[in-house]
């Protein structure tokens, strides 16, 4: 039962295979189980065993809420929960415990989900591994997979190579691709969904700037924060967006005219769509894998009819650095309301109030936090605003011009790598500092969060190493359907393999629905 989609999930608890309580129980046991891969900060076995109750109460009196009555769902630390604790895996934010639930949040409750827990991160989702949080680094699931130990001749008794899942929501994306959920909410700010999405052999989505609301998202970078999605097929994160999209009276920057989202077809005309390969991406540090599966997806759509050309995004070279500038100013601005005062961490010390503020923010925030923080001050300085924020803000409008020709030039979706590797091993990962493996992660995604565009992850084939790989789809702003209807169709082609988790196949945990995995297409 673990091992379904979500909307397979939903049939059977509608046909009383399963009850919501079940459901829930085995998902509990599943996250004891895998408690080593520090997906979860806090397990809300309590709150969801209630919900489970409650969805059950309503199944037996035919009164079903919908698609999410009595799911098993995850949401990453910085969105805020009624009186379940949040703390952006931050010191700054430890015993913080939120009056109030996120718009997206809620909506997921009103539908009836069941809230199994807040998941881990970066510290103020600051990062693209899930390794600088205060409760410590996520390991990738499939660091313990068959697959992998198969693709390396890895020692079974050798923990000492466990991979990255990728970040800011690693969390997130270990919960659903170890089976403890059937769906989760993180967060992109520069591709902190996409990038663990593709690390960790799942479909994550980012919806359009002003689609979901932002409410209740502890935020990094308001202008380009937003809710993503991450789920085990592309159908499934559908039926999420679909519950969460729509304008919110406590954001302004949603937007007003509600967007007619509903489920995929099952069928599209591929002849008809323009598909865009921007030459930009292709750069030198791109594994030779992703490469080749990058080509074999452009042929696989050309194979069905589909017009596949190449296209530029000519300011794509600047937006690292003009990202960085942006970030780290709205960053900057952000952290001045973690004062001490209101809520959070406070210092004792008391000699001056001034000494207060300095001894809460270096207790309660780490290196990355501050650096961001000072970065992004010295941007705003007086005498470096115009230098460097309003410059930044004018390359942001350039990539996004770019972006607007392309699809005004006849492109319907582009196709590009999702993240320049597979997963790497911790070890690795923490060799070079935060900036530098932010810069190198977020390459293919962050330029989307600036022109506030839809995208979506969406896992490929398995490495020579047997890992994830994933590509990604970018659409017009608000077309995230068609997008998604694009994605859907890739993903029904490639047929990407379930994780076999070997421990949890060994005790009965998980089964597979027909035994055997699929095989991979784009690879044969």
Known sequence: MLGRTLLEVSAALKQGQVTPTELCKKCLSLITKTKYLNAYITVSEEVALKQAEESERRYKQGQSLGDLDGIPVAVKDNFSTAGIETTCASNMLKGYIPPYNATVVQKLLDQGALLMGKTNLDEFAMGSGSTDGVFGPVKNPWSYSKQHREGRRHDEHDDSHWLIAGGSSGGSAAAVAAFTCFAALGSDTGGS???????????????????????????LVNSMDVPGIFTRCVDDTAIVLGILAGHDPKDSTTVQDPIKLSRIPSEVDVSRLCIGIPKEYLVPELSSEIRSLWSQASDLFKSEGAKVIEVSLPHTCYSIVCYHVLCTSEVASNMARFDGLQYGHRSGIDVSTEAMYAATRQEGFNDVVRGRILSGNFFLLKENYENYFVKAQKVRRLILRDF??????????????????????YLE???????????????????????GLPAVSVPVALSNQGLPIGLQFIGRAFCDQQLLTVAKWFEKQVQFPVIQLQDLMD?????LENGKLTSVSLTQ
């Open 193 to 219: 969904t996409r990038n663990p999405a593709a690390h960790c052999g799942l479909v994550g989505f980012k919806p359009s700037y002003g689609l979901v609301s932002r409410h209740g998202l502890i935020p």
């Open 429 to 451: 990962f923490i060799k070079e500092d935060n900036r530098t493996r932010s810069a190198q992660d977020d390459i293919f995604t962050q330029a989307v969060n600036m022109a």
């Open 507 to 511: 005790d009965g945990s998980l089964v």
């Open 404 to 425: 607007v020709n392309v699809f005004d030039s006849g492109v319907d979706v582009l196709l590009t790598p999702t993240t320049l590797t597979e997963a790497v091993p």
